[in-house]
């Protein structure tokens, strides 16, 4: 009797170890999920940095934006007026937000724009390149990737094209009769 006593604390001392080195192993695999949810929710500003205000200038067809953004929390004034106010068109309103959206910098910033020129649809593309360009201003190293990616910084060009001589629009020509 006296043997199986003595292998019993053996056995016993092996299985606690074994036990012991599971529990480390689930702390340390806890400590690396927990790790990865830090970078997501809170090291957003040290990845981004502090907001730095800074301007850009956005140009659509004939309409031309001058757009100032500051650290804030989302407030837009275009021509002192709010963006809903100013771009009832949620079609719009969500192609002025696209920058913001792409760099998930929502109510980061506060925009103040003077748009003149041009139409709607002219104004608030216009107004997007002018955001897109202040934000990389603001940071060049970490919103420039992102934003020439979705093809925020560079200008679209296309213009109506003027009218011809001889034709009722730019294109269409009058109809032909034979006799």
């Known amino acids: 009797m006296a043997e199986t006593t003595a292998e019993t604390p053996v056995a016993d001392v092996e299985e606690t170890s ?6 480390a192993e689930e702390t340390h695999g806890a400590e690396e999920t927990h790790g990865a949810e830090e970078y997501t929710t809170e090291s957003l500003a040290s990845r981004f940095g502090d907001p730095q205000p800074a301007s850009g200038l956005g ?4 309409a031309i934006a001058r757009v100032r953004i500051v650290p804030g929390s989302g407030q ?11 771009f009832p068109n949620k079609v719009h309103q969500q192609e002025v937000n696209e920058p913001f959206k792409v760099l998930e910098l929502d109510d980061r910033y506060d925009v103040i724009a003077r748009i003149r020129g041009g139409g709607t ?7 997007r390149l002018g955001v ?24 679209d060009d296309r213009a109506v094209e003027r009218k ?16």
């Open 76 to 86: 837009w004034k275009i021509n002192g007026r709010a963006l809903e106010e100013y």
């Open 121 to 127: 649809s002219g104004q608030a593309g216009a107004l």
């Open 18 to 23: 074994a036990v012991e080195e599971t529990s």
């Open 59 to 62: 140009r659509r067809k004939n």
């Open 132 to 155: 897109a360009r202040a934000l990389n201003e603001a940071d060049v190293d970490n919103n420039r990737g992102p934003l020439k990616k979705a093809g925020f910084l560079s200008r």
């Open 164 to 179: 011809k001589a001889g034709l009722k629009k730019a294109r269409k020509a009058p109809q032909y009769s034979k006799r």
